[in-house]
C-alpha cells in the first residue's frame, strides 16, 4: 500500500504544490489539506510547508497555529504522527509548542535567498535516516523570519538529546551558501521533539528533489525516502 502524506495548506501558503511534488518523487501518495479541515484523512504522515500564512500577521505561524486542522495534527503528533515543518511549517509548529524555541526576524533585517549549506546532526529522527551524522547537504533558503532563539536551558536541552537536526555551516564565503543566513542561535537549522516523530526546519528540501530545478541537486529527497522508509517499516 502507498503511504500517503498529508501536505496543510493555509491561507498565504506558497510551496504546497512543490511539496506535494516532492512526496510524489519520492514515492508517496500526497494528499491536499485544508486549513479548515477537521480531520486529517487518515494520513500517514503530515508536512506543513513553507509561505506566509495569514501574512504572517502578528508573529509568523501565530494565527495558522489555531487553524482547525491543527487540532486533531496537535493530537496525533503527540501520539507518534510524524510531521515536518518547513520553514513557515516550522514556525508554527514552535508557535504550537510541538518544537522548542521561536523564530524571531532575520538579524540582518532583510528577506534573504539563497542556496544554504548544511550540516545533518541527526539522521535518526523520521525524516532524516537516509542522511548521515555529520553529512553535508545544499538546500535553498528563503526566509525574513528565520532567525531561531531559545533561552539557554532549552538550547543545552536540546544539544544534550541530540535534537538539533540540522546546523548551518560556517565555514567559508557567504557567497558559496556558507555562513549563518539569519543570526540563528548556535547555528541552528532544524530541531525534532523528543521521539524524533517531529521536525522543523528553516531551509527548503522540497526544492532540491530533481537535478533540473532549485539547486540542480537532490539533497533534499532524503528527507521524503526517509518518511516512506520510516512507513513502510513500521
Not at 539557554?152 to 540540522?166: C, Q
Request: with cysteine.
Amino acid at each position: 500500500m502507498t503511504a500517503r502524506i498529508g501536505v496543510v495548506t493555509f491561507p498565504g501558503s506558497l510551496d504546497d504544490r512543490d511539496t506535494q511534488r516532492a512526496i510524489r518523487v519520492a514515492g508517496a501518495e500526497p494528499v491536499a489539506l485544508w486549513h479548515k479541515d477537521k480531520d486529517l484523512k487518515q494520513v500517514d504522515a503530515v508536512v506543513l510547508c513553507g509561505g506566509f500564512s495569514y501574512g504572517d500577521y502578528l508573529r509568523a505561524g501565530a494565527i495558522a497555529r489555531f487553524s482547525p486542522v491543527m487540532e486533531p495534527l496537535l493530537e496525533q503528533a503527540k501520539a507518534g504522527l510524524p510531521v515536518l515543518g518547513i520553514c513557515n511549517g516550522f514556525q508554527i509548529l514552535t508557535e504550537a509548542h510541538l518544537l522548542p524555541g521561536t523564530m524571531l526576524r532575520n538579524d540582518h533585517l532583510h528577506f534573504i535567498c539563497r542556496d544554504q549549506k548544511l550540516r545533518v546532526e541527526n539522521a535518526e529522527t523520521s525524516w532524516t535516516t537516509d542522511y548521515t551524522a555529520g553529512q553535508e547537504i545544499n538546500i535553498p533558503l528563503k526566509n525574513n523570519d528565520g532567525q531561531y532563539v531559545a533561552d539557554a536551558y532549552t538550547l543545552d536541552k536540546l544539544e544534550a538529546e541530540g535534537r538539533v537536526a540540522f546546523r548551518y555551516l560556517v565555514r567559508g564565503e557567504a557567497a558559496d551558501g556558507y555562513g549563518n543566513p539569519n543570526g540563528s542561535q548556535r547555528d541552528i537549522a532544524g530541531v525534532s521533539n523528543e521521539a524524533g516523530n517531529v521536525v522543523g526546519l528553516m531551509p527548503h528540501p522540497e526544492h532540491a528533489v530533481e537535478p533540473l530545478i532549485g539547486t540542480g541537486r537532490t539533497d533534499g529527497l532524503p528527507f521524503f525516502t526517509s518518511i516512506l522508509k520510516k512507513l513502510v517499516n513500521a
